[in-house]
């Protein structure tokens, strides 16, 4: 049974697909270049689909990381002894919240369906760090926010460099030095933390 609220959903979906990312439709020739961009008549749609693997996967992982910092910079903000571990965890929180919009007008684009709850990954962390205080939940975020901005940091360069989708592409380019330097700023607490730990 088709509701108005289903009407509107549609529609509110059409409005994202077309608002600064590439309109993709099923058997479209994806802006590729080359020989094998004029695509055939007797081409599937699930290989249609398939041109635009890596943009996906940077979608996926991309919002899979966003969600485990926000998680864990929030606890951070509660959680930490040091006032520079909390403010890198409101760093986090502040730069995932900002992504995290364009990658949902992404994922409308490409038809991909994001969770809402964070992913197991964050709450396992989660439950690492709750049984920790002091210097040694400072230490173990910093670890933890350094080793999730590498990852990102990795997912944006090869997007940047890799993707097909040109708005999808664009997103990745531009923040690509915001994650990049919070990959820094949480390297430098989790480099301070060990001699600060090693020295006692």
Known sequence: MFSRSHF???AAALILAGSGWAQITPGQSAPMGGPQSTGSV???????RDRYSTDKDFI?????SSATEVHLG???QDRASSDAVKQLGKRMVEASAQTNGELQKAAAALKIQLPADPPRKAKKAEDKLAKLSGADFDLAYAKMAAD???????QFEREALSGMVPGVKEFASKNLPVERELERQAEDLAGAGAKTAASK
Do not use: F, I, P, W
């Open 74 to 76: 929030k606890l951070a």
């Open 60 to 64: 996926k992982s991309a919002a899979e």
């Open 148 to 154: 999730e901005e590498k990852q990102v940091v990795r």
């Open 8 to 10: 509107v959903s549609c």
């Open 42 to 48: 007797g081409m599937s749609q699930d290989q249609g």
